[in-house]
């Protein structure tokens, strides 16, 4: 079984639409996580920390449930420029070292 | 602020051939790191130097890929001999220390073995 499980996607949405994401996770020692986003052909890049108590910023939202082990993140009003592949983030055994699914591709039309 | 450097941003060869690949932290990061995308899939450690000393090298194959950080700032990463399955882009990350979850990529090198 893979460390972290993303549906590759592509999630083909209209602008303005709500779209969510789920990532699973293997590790139940695994103590931070995130969503990176990376733009086609592009390095990826943090987008944004999840936490237990689920966190906002604008128009996204992440959570996080222990228990089932999956971590989500909520895209609300899509805009064309939230196109890209949005990157699943755990941290391994050791702290410091990041452990990346394979990505959930978003296309947004006008 | 300059973000991580990295050189060349494409690379054919032929399998068999050596090939190295050159990154240039962003200043006063201490954490390098390596990291090989294939297509299709997230990011895959390689290895990580905090400062000129190895952390983790444990997915490196280490019979052809090695990589140096000699003076604690640019890092090189070789091939040698490359395969077809080498394909990727490689790409180089640096964070400050204790803030490993942030890490700043820089553009990648896309390697092609033919």
């Known amino acids: 079984r893979k460390e972290v499980e993303q549906d590759p996607g592509p999630f083909n949405v209209p602008e303005g639409a709500t779209v969510a994401f789920n990532c699973t996770y293997s590790?139940?020692?695994?103590?931070?996580f995130f969503w990176y986003r990376q733009d086609c052909r592009k390095e990826p890049k943090l987008l944004m920390s999840v936490y237990s108590s689920g966190n906002e910023d604008g128009r996204f939202t992440a959570q996080l449930n222990r228990a089932s082990q999956y971590i989500s993140l909520l895209i609300r009003d899509s805009k064309l420029s939230d196109s890209a592949t949005y990157l699943c983030?755990?941290?391994?055994?050791?702290?410091?070292?990041?452990?990346f699914g394979s990505g959930t591709r978003l296309l947004v039309r006008p | 602020e300059a973000g991580v450097a990295q050189s060349p941003r494409y690379k054919i060869i032929e399998k068999r051939q050596s090939v190295a690949f050159w990154c240039n932290p962003i200043s006063g990061h201490a954490t390098l790191y390596w990291y090989q995308q294939i297509l299709g899939q997230g990011p895959k450690l390689l290895i990580q130097?905090?400062?000129?000393?190895?952390?983790?090298d444990s997915q490196l194959p280490k019979d052809r890929f090695s990589a140096e950080r000699l003076k604690g700032v640019d890092s090189t990463l070789k091939i040698q001999p490359a395969k077809l399955e080498d394909s990727a882009v490689y790409l180089c990350?640096?964070?400050?220390?204790?803030?490993?979850?942030?890490?700043?990529f820089g553009p990648g090198t896309r390697l092609t073995v033919t």
């Open positions: 990350a640096s964070s400050h220390p204790g803030q490993s979850y942030e890490q700043y």
């Open positions: 130097f905090q400062n000129n000393g190895v952390v983790d």
């Open positions: 983030v755990l941290s391994g055994d050791s702290s410091y070292k990041l452990i």
């Open positions: 590790n139940s020692a695994s103590q931070s």
